[in-house]
Every structure is written in C-alpha cells, then in structure tokens.
C-alpha cells in the first residue's frame, strides 16, 4: 500500500512523492513551515519533524539561538551559551582585541 502524506494525508503514489526522513509528501505539499514555499530535495533542511527552506531554518534558529540548545547553558568569554564539562576552554585572541 502507498504512504499518505505527511501534509494532507491522502495517498501518495510513487510517481507523485517525495520521501524525506522517512515520510512520503506530494511535490506541492512539500513546503516550507515558515513561508510556505515549495521545496526540493536538494534546498531544505528541517528541525523537530518540521521541514524548513534553507534561508528560513538560518534565520529562525539562529536568531533565538537553538544552534546551542543543547547546551549546558554556561556562558563563554564572549556570552555565548557552552557546555564547560566538555573540557573545552575558549580564551580571547589578545591580537584581536
């Protein structure tokens, strides 16, 4: 039996679908969370089972930080959240400041 899609969750035959991650989409259903456009295989990434168009997934994630979610929440030389059990030590460039 064909997979449903992921969006609209009808059947997707196998001319019709993208897999990605293991779930099956129509080409038009395959879109952006964000800002809806329609993706391609080869210009999306996705967070969470929730997929993302590349300029999109940089901007949400970068702006509130979830790069570093998994992290200890301690704070570097620059305010930056990193996880100090990792045994890594970030000491400032004096030629650069």
Known sequence: MDP???VCEKIAYATERIMVNGKAYHKPCFRCTHCKSVLKPGNFTS???????KTHYMQLFKVKGNYKSGFAGETNAIGDS????????????PETE
């Open 4 to 6: 449903k899609c992921a």
């Open 47 to 53: 967070n969470d089972g929730k997929v993302y168009c």
């Open 82 to 93: 990193i996880n100090k059990t990792n045994g890594a030590n970030i000491q400032p460039n």
